[in-house]
């Protein structure tokens, strides 16, 4: 018989939503431990995804970030805090 265990609904993420949480804990971790920073992307990285992914994970933290490409080539993010 199987064996039910009451959670909650803020605790369980399904399907993509927990695969997007993933992807935001290093975006939350760095943007938790400093002001400022960059991101490098390595072969493969989207930039578009990278820039998109720093954004909701500011979102869900409640941190407000800016951020910029330091190159033409789309290689290398900066972001900075602009508020709480």
Not at 26 to 31: D, N, Q, V, W
Not at 39 to 53: A, C, S
Request: proline share 4%.
């Amino acid at each position: 018989m199987p064996r039910f265990t009451k959670m909650s609904a803020r605790d369980v993420q399904i399907g993509r939503g927990r695969m997007a949480a993933e992807r935001h804990v290093p975006f939350i971790e760095a943007m938790r431990a400093g002001d400022a920073g960059k991101i490098e992307l390595e072969r493969g990285d989207r930039p578009q995804v990278v820039k998109r992914v720093l954004a909701e994970a500011a979102k869900e933290t409640g941190i407000k970030v800016r951020s910029s490409w330091d190159d033409k080539s789309q290689r290398v993010l900066l972001w900075k805090r602009t508020g709480k």
